[in-house]
């Protein structure tokens, strides 16, 4: 069966306890015709308790991505950043796309993620500077 929705699109729950809320696709299951949403202040988050296994690993409640009918979900357009029915075309590069009906915009519903802080790397000192600088060091 054809689906609109992906992993990774942004969403809005269009029905359920959740209505009205944007979530991102965490997985489809095709099988059964249920996403995985994912995202802060849903009430379809299932809590888990788990025993610490080792003395390293902390044990405690923890939550997973729900899951909602495929039915209950909309994209949502990153051009008009409203929710939108897909509808599909032959984009310029002879590739089938999905597109916002509302608007006619390429369906691109990812939103720009931040680009995350990189460790900062230890500085070494090269083989070649340690004797010259213990030779400073000496007079």
Same mark, same amino acid.
């Given at each position: 069966?054809?689906?609109?929705?992906?992993?990774?699109?942004?969403?809005?729950?269009?029905?359920?306890?959740?209505?009205?809320?944007?979530?991102?696709?965490?997985?489809?299951?095709?099988?059964?015709?249920?996403?995985?949403?994912?995202?802060?202040? *849903?009430? $379809?988050?299932?809590?888990? &308790?788990? @025993? =610490?296994? !080792? /003395?390293?690993?902390?044990?405690?409640?923890?939550?997973?991505?729900?899951?909602?009918?495929?039915?209950?979900?909309?994209?949502?357009?990153?051009?008009?950043?409203?929710?939108?029915?897909?509808?599909?075309?032959?984009?310029?590069?002879?590739?089938?796309?999905?597109?916002?009906?509302?608007?006619?915009?390429? *369906?691109? $519903?990812?939103?720009?993620? &931040?680009? @995350? =802080?990189? !460790? /900062?790397?230890?500085?070494?000192?090269?083989?070649?500077?340690?004797?010259?600088?213990?030779?400073?060091?000496?007079?």
């Amino acid at each position: 069966m054809k689906y609109s929705v992906k992993k990774d699109d942004y969403v809005m729950i269009i029905a359920g306890k959740d209505k009205g809320k944007t979530a991102r696709v965490g997985a489809v299951n095709r099988e059964t015709g249920r996403v995985l949403v994912e995202g802060d202040d *849903l009430n $379809t988050v299932n809590t888990k &308790a788990v @025993k =610490a296994r !080792k /003395a390293s690993e902390k044990g405690g409640l923890i939550k997973q991505p729900g899951s909602v009918d495929i039915s209950n979900v909309m994209p949502i357009c990153s051009a008009c950043n409203k929710p939108t029915r897909v509808g599909y075309r032959i984009g310029e590069d002879g590739k089938r796309e999905r597109y916002c009906v509302k608007c006619k915009a390429t *369906l691109v $519903t990812k939103k720009a993620t &931040a680009k @995350k =802080a990189t !460790k /900062a790397k230890a500085t070494r000192r090269k083989k070649s500077d340690a004797p010259a600088e213990a030779e400073k060091s000496a007079e």
